[in-house]
């Protein structure tokens, strides 16, 4: 089946053969039809494996199931579409991986080095792949946390982004394969619900809001941690890959859009919906997100691609606001 969308010069000038794996998530589902945008609707090859994919992405461009586990499936993807580029995007991520930390290590680590190993024999030129805020722990300074620090993650998680974060440098150095990384923090999105993270509590609290005006938070009120909007994630993974790689002095790089609290995103959102109410349980994810950084220097970034995100907590929640109640 061919796919059409327009193609600028611009986009015939850099094109690309992507692959997309863990396209039904939080972050696939939004990125693949902005890479389909970007690179031509044929050229981003979507995959999946358990989580139907969205409508728009299975009728914009090609689709396939795809087990990252499996590596001989990954040659055969690789070798039959011609792949290039590769967003690997399936995780398990933080709170899910405490319930099941062999899974989370099996499909997190084995996932990724079946990847790196595969990428190596077939060419591919750049392979995109984030990492967290979760490879920082306890031990790290909370504050402006640097990019080059103490990572001593104490979730198995942030230990597989950690051990993920080493694989990238050392097959940058030893084969030089181009992997690049961002240490996302947690992503707030309008279109799919994220699943199994601390940080899950931003986007919830939007649906509940709208929804039912009431909302029990798993964080306590004061709980800051690092976050941003999916329209400036989006920004960082073009940008990061298409970055000069003669400037790139790393492989991994801390980014922020904002930091806030339970507590202050809920203000916000009563300047919108004046009768929502919260109240705060926090649970088991509480822990984890006290071993997490409050705020994130991301200056490498900005120095090196030119990392410059848009919106901070006040422009985020009135777009969540607006999207979400006309949908809802
Ligand atoms: N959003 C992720 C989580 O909460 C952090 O990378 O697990």
Same mark, same amino acid.
């Given at each position: 089946?061919?796919?059409?969308?327009? $193609?600028?010069?611009?986009?015939?000038?850099?094109? &690309?053969?992507?692959?997309?794996?863990?396209?039904?998530?939080?972050?696939?589902?939004?990125?693949?039809?902005?890479?389909?945008?970007?690179?031509?609707?044929?050229?981003?090859?979507?995959?999946?494996?358990?989580? %139907?994919?969205?409508?728009?992405?299975?009728?914009?461009?090609?689709?396939?199931?795809?087990?990252? $586990?499996? &590596?001989?499936?990954?040659?055969?993807? =690789?070798?039959?579409? /011609?792949?290039?580029?590769? =967003?690997?995007?399936?995780?398990?991520?933080?709170?899910?991986?405490?319930?099941?930390?062999?899974?989370?290590?099996?499909?997190?680590?084995?996932?990724?080095?079946?990847?790196?190993?595969?990428?190596?024999?077939?060419?591919?030129?750049?392979?995109?792949?984030?990492?967290?805020? @979760?490879?920082?722990?306890?031990?790290?300074?909370?504050?402006?946390?640097?990019?080059?620090?103490?990572?001593?993650?104490?979730?198995?998680?942030?230990?597989?982004?950690?051990?993920?974060?080493?694989?990238?440098?050392?097959?940058?150095?030893?084969?030089?394969?181009?992997?690049?990384?961002?240490?996302?923090?947690?992503?707030?999105?309008?279109?799919?619900?994220?699943?199994?993270?601390?940080?899950?509590?931003?986007?919830?609290?939007?649906?509940?809001?709208?929804?039912?005006?009431?909302?029990?938070?798993?964080?306590?009120?004061?709980?800051?941690? %690092?976050?941003?909007?999916?329209? /400036?994630?989006?920004?960082?993974?073009?940008?990061? $890959?298409? @970055? /000069?790689?003669?400037?790139?002095?790393?492989?991994?790089?801390?980014?922020?859009?904002?930091?806030?609290?339970?507590?202050?995103?809920?203000?916000?959102?009563?300047?919108?919906?004046?009768?929502?109410?919260? !109240?705060?349980?926090?649970?088991?994810?509480?822990?984890?997100?006290?071993?997490?950084?409050?705020?994130?220097? !991301?200056?490498?970034?900005?120095?090196?691609?030119?990392?410059?995100?848009?919106? /901070?907590?006040?422009?985020?929640?009135?777009?969540?606001?607006?999207? $979400?109640?006309?949908?809802?």
């Amino acid at each position: 089946m061919i796919y059409t969308n327009k $193609l600028t010069f611009q986009n015939l000038i850099n094109m &690309r053969r992507i692959l997309v794996i863990g396209a039904a998530g939080q972050i696939g589902s939004e990125l693949v039809p902005f890479l389909r945008n970007k690179y031509g609707n044929d050229n981003v090859i979507a995959t999946g494996r358990k989580t %139907p994919l969205p409508d728009v992405i299975k009728k914009s461009g090609p689709v396939i199931y795809l087990d990252a $586990l499996e &590596r001989n499936t990954l040659s055969r993807v =690789f070798y039959e579409y /011609d792949i290039d580029t590769i =967003f690997h995007m399936a995780s398990i991520l933080s709170a899910t991986g405490e319930k099941m930390p062999q899974t989370a290590w099996d499909i997190n680590m084995n996932g990724l080095i079946n990847i790196l190993e595969t990428s190596r024999r077939y060419n591919i030129k750049t392979i995109v792949w984030p990492s967290s805020i @979760a490879a920082f722990g306890p031990t790290t300074p909370r504050e402006n946390t640097p990019n080059t620090t103490v990572l001593q993650p104490t979730t198995m998680y942030g230990i597989t982004k950690v051990a993920g974060e080493l694989l990238a440098e050392y097959y940058y150095k030893k084969y030089g394969l181009d992997i690049r990384s961002m240490r996302l923090p947690g992503i707030i999105s309008s279109e799919t619900l994220p699943g199994g993270g601390t940080t899950d509590y931003a986007v919830e609290i939007f649906y509940e809001a709208i929804k039912n005006m009431k909302y029990t938070c798993f964080l306590k009120e004061n709980t800051v941690l %690092p976050m941003m909007y999916m329209p /400036d994630c989006l920004k960082s993974m073009i940008d990061l $890959l298409e @970055a /000069d790689n003669s400037k790139l002095k790393r492989r991994v790089y801390n980014i922020t859009g904002m930091s806030f609290s339970a507590g202050e995103i809920a203000a916000e959102i009563k300047k919108y919906i004046p009768q929502f109410e919260i !109240d705060y349980k926090p649970d088991f994810r509480e822990e984890i997100a006290d071993s997490w950084p409050k705020s994130i220097d !991301d200056s490498l970034a900005r120095e090196e691609w030119n990392w410059n995100p848009s919106y /901070d907590l006040a422009s985020m929640t009135k777009d969540m606001i607006d999207i $979400l109640s006309k949908r809802l």
